[in-house]
């Protein structure tokens, strides 16, 4: 079983629509979790990191279920500028960071 | 503060030849990550580097690959005798050490592409 898995896509959604992106994880002790936008042929960007209670940075919104062992990312009135493959990343304690495969987000003018 | 450095930002090699690729992490960050990117794939963990040591290299293929991260200067990922299979990006993260404050986070180097002709 992968580390990290995600629904690869893609979204395909018009401006304004609100889209969510769940990612699953394996490994139970996972002490962080995070959010990295990849834009083509970029290199990955924080976006958000997940805390234990959920959170907030404008449009987007980060969950946590540990019980479920899954996170999820909202973005609410997407922009076209949010076009781009965000991809999940899980650190179990220690050292090494799983990157999910990531999911495709095309925002529809 | 800068953030990390890589370079080249692209590099050509022929078969057979030999590759150096450089990060320099932002100031601040012990730690060094390499990652790989294959085309239309996800990022692959390679090796994880502290000053001087090489802390888990699991994810490396046993040969022709080595990494460093000297006391002074750049982490350098050699790729030896490249073959077209080793044409990728190849990104560079780096992050604080743990303990002193702030979440764990890393950030990524514009990463360099590796072509094998």
């Known amino acids: 079983r992968k580390e990290v898995e995600q629904d690869p896509g893609p979204f395909n959604v018009p401006e304004g629509a609100t889209v969510a992106f769940n990612c699953t994880y394996s490994?139970?002790?996972?002490?962080?979790f995070f959010w990295y936008r990849q834009d083509c042929r970029k290199e990955p960007k924080l976006l958000m990191s997940?805390?234990?209670s959920g959170n907030e940075d404008g449009r987007f919104t980060a969950q946590l279920n540990r019980a479920s062992q899954y996170i999820s990312l909202l973005i609410r009135d997407s922009k076209l500028s949010d076009s781009a493959t965000y991809l999940c990343?899980?650190?179990?304690?220690?050292?090494?960071?799983?990157f999910g495969t990531g999911t495709s987000l095309t925002v529809i003018p | 503060n800068a953030g990390v450095m890589q370079n080249p930002r692209h590099l050509v090699r022929r078969r057979g030849q030999e590759a150096r690729l450089r990060c320099s992490p932002m100031?601040?960050?012990?730690?060094v990550y390499w990652y790989r990117q294959l085309p239309e794939e996800g990022l692959k963990f390679m090796v994880y580097?502290?000053?001087?040591?090489?802390?888990?290299e699991s994810g490396m293929p046993k040969e022709r690959f080595s990494a460093e991260f000297p006391k002074e200067g750049p982490s350098i990922l050699r790729i030896q005798q490249v073959v077209r299979g080793d044409s990728a990006a190849y990104f560079c993260?780096?992050?604080?050490?743990?303990?002193?404050?702030?979440?764990?986070?890393?950030?990524f180097g514009p990463g360099t592409r590796l072509t094998v002709t």
């Open positions: 100031k601040g960050h012990s730690h």
């Open positions: 993260a780096s992050s604080p050490p743990r303990g002193t404050g702030g979440y764990y986070e890393q950030y």
């Open positions: 580097l502290q000053k001087e040591n090489i802390i888990d």
């Open positions: 997940v805390y234990s």
């Open positions: 490994n139970s002790a996972s002490q962080s």
């Open positions: 990343v899980v650190n179990p304690a220690g050292n090494q960071f799983y």
